[in-house]
């Protein structure tokens, strides 16, 4: 059961910097003083019973046409690539909880919470603090070196929960910020793209191989050629992980191969593929590439890998390979990017008991109100100048504050993210038994959930029958000896009533198939 909650401005962010909020709105004849007031005390209610059921009473409705088309002509200017992959029939005109209306009209079951963006789905009603802040005049830009109050509160707020300390816990939190020990998640970096947020961890890892700047000090571990170990795909190279956009992590999954064969005949770095959940394979390349000339540099990795069939990495296989990369001197980098807002607590790395030196968050915590990442580290690996590590444009206070609503929430209902998730997972298990003919298993975890079948036709085949019923699903089948998968991840205001309808279309859509020849 979804549990809502009432805040205002002033119980988000505390009283005494709303009063100068109040003020300010008043000098600049924004707003009186006693209108500022009103804005800033007003409860907003995040998530009421009226705006549920009218998002429920649309759920019969998933797959018919509730408006006219919407005919602009208008196809933009994007790049080839962009156009033969764009569906525009299935764009937003519109949105209300897990549906968007598409322009065909349609309405749309945003079963891939628009592509990780949306954990609270469209309009969230909680967001009108968004609203309010901008009413009173509260910004949004501003420079690293003036990072607003709203931006270092969520700091605060991210250390608190990816720490596990209690909001009561001042004593503990401050310990925890000022601690320098290893593996103390205790430094946070603000954003813009969950590619720059990897990117600044990999290079706070190269940082110890190479000066990042002329004048920086040297390096711990000058000579040595750093190795970095990504998850590797089943035919040995590194497609399975994805890390990003940026040169280096493309590398890291085998694009660019030409640019990638002369930094490794250099002596640049070396990237190695290891094995999805097999940890001798671990141990051995770790021992190879940690001896002589060769320096383990970093693990990268998620832990459902949705770019490669949503595998789940074992929890047992992390813990020991966290082990290993701990004693040799090797930062660990969990990239939550895609996973991180769709489990109890927020991260799922919590709920495997690992100890990463960095974490990587983002999509999910704002919501897909703003473009805003994270990457979350230690004292020790702070080794960067911010020009070094940073980008300009990532203090935005609007989007801390979409975060903090976010997370909120989250924190609120984090007993119906865990029940939904587990819901979800054990309907798609019990209705794909019944088919033993298509389906291998079903892998991923929770609300992020793949269905794995025999071949590329079925995978596809079923994935065109939920299309062609406003049902955000994709196949993956692209990836090097990847299962031929077909990909869901619920938004965590997902209902029963919500998830029992795309259980039975999927169950039906099994069911024509198997009355069909080609599958």
């Avoid at 940073?390 to 203090?395: A, D, S």
Wanted: hydrophobic share 40%; with cysteine; net charge neutral.
């Amino acid at each position: 059961m979804i549990k809502t909650l009432k805040l205002s401005l002033v119980d988000l962010l505390g009283r005494e910097y709303m009063e100068g909020v109040i003020e300010a709105a008043s000098i600049f004849s924004l707003k009186d003083k006693s209108a500022a007031s009103k804005i800033a005390n007003e409860k907003v209610e995040f998530y009421p019973e009226s705006f549920s059921n009218k998002v429920e009473s649309f759920i019969e409705k998933i797959g018919l046409e509730l408006i006219p088309p919407v005919k602009t002509g208008q196809e933009g200017a994007c790049t080839s690539s962009f156009k033969k992959a764009s569906n525009l029939n299935a764009s937003p005109v519109s949105g209300l909880g897990y549906l968007r209306l598409g322009e065909d009209g349609k309405v749309y079951l945003a079963a891939k919470s628009e592509h990780y963006h949306a954990p609270l789905g469209h309009s969230f009603p909680g967001y009108k603090l968004l609203d309010n802040a901008r009413s009173l005049g509260i910004t949004n830009a501003t420079h690293n070196n003036t990072r607003g109050y709203i931006t270092r509160l969520l700091e605060a707020e991210l250390i608190r929960t990816i720490n596990g300390l209690a909001l009561s816990d001042k004593e503990g939190l401050c310990n925890v910020i000022s601690s320098e020990a290893p593996h103390v998640l205790n430094r946070v970096i603000n954003l813009e793209t969950g590619s720059l947020a990897v990117e600044a961890g990999v290079k706070m890892m190269l940082a110890k191989f190479y000066k990042a700047e002329k004048t920086s000090k040297e390096p711990e571990y000058t000579g040595k050629v750093p190795v970095f170990f990504v998850m590797g795909d089943k035919e040995g190279g590194r497609m399975a992980n994805y890390h990003g956009t940026t040169v280096i992590t493309q590398m890291m999954r085998d694009l660019w191969p030409e640019i990638y064969a002369k930094v490794s005949s250099a002596g640049i770095m070396e990237i190695c593929p290891v094995a999805i959940n097999d940890l001798e394979d671990f141990k051995n390349k770790f021992a190879k590439y940690n001896q002589g000339k060769y320096k383990a540099a970093g693990f990268l990795h998620e832990i459902i890998i949705m770019n490669y069939g949503g595998m789940r990495l074992k929890e047992e296989y992390l813990k020991q390979a966290y082990e290993i990369c701990h004693a040799g001197d090797t930062p660990v980098l969990v990239d939550e990017i895609q996973s991180c807002m769709w489990y109890p607590g927020m991260y799922l790395f919590r709920l495997y008991g690992l100890n990463p030196d960095f974490v990587a968050v983002g999509k999910g915590f704002p919501g897909g109100q703003y473009a805003a990442s994270r990457i979350i580290t230690t004292a020790g690996m702070d080794n960067l100048s911010q020009f070094g590590a940073l980008v300009t444009n990532g203090q935005e206070e609007l989007a801390s504050l979409a975060y903090l609503i976010t997370m909120a929430f989250a924190q609120e209902n984090s007993a119906h993210i865990g029940e939904i998730g587990k819901y979800y997972e054990n309907k798609v298990k019990e209705t794909v038994k019944e088919f033993p003919a298509f389906v291998d298993c079903v892998e991923g975890q929770e609300l992020l959930i793949s269905i794995y079948f025999k071949t590329e036709v079925q995978a596809i085949r079923f994935t065109e029958l939920l299309n062609a019923q406003c049902i955000d699903i994709s196949a993956h089948t692209y990836k090097a000896k990847c299962p031929p998968a077909a990909l869901t991840k619920l938004p965590i205001i997902a209902s029963k009533k919500m998830t029992d309808f795309l259980i039975a279309k999927m169950r039906a859509a099994l069911i024509k198939m198997n009355g069909e020849k080609k599958c």
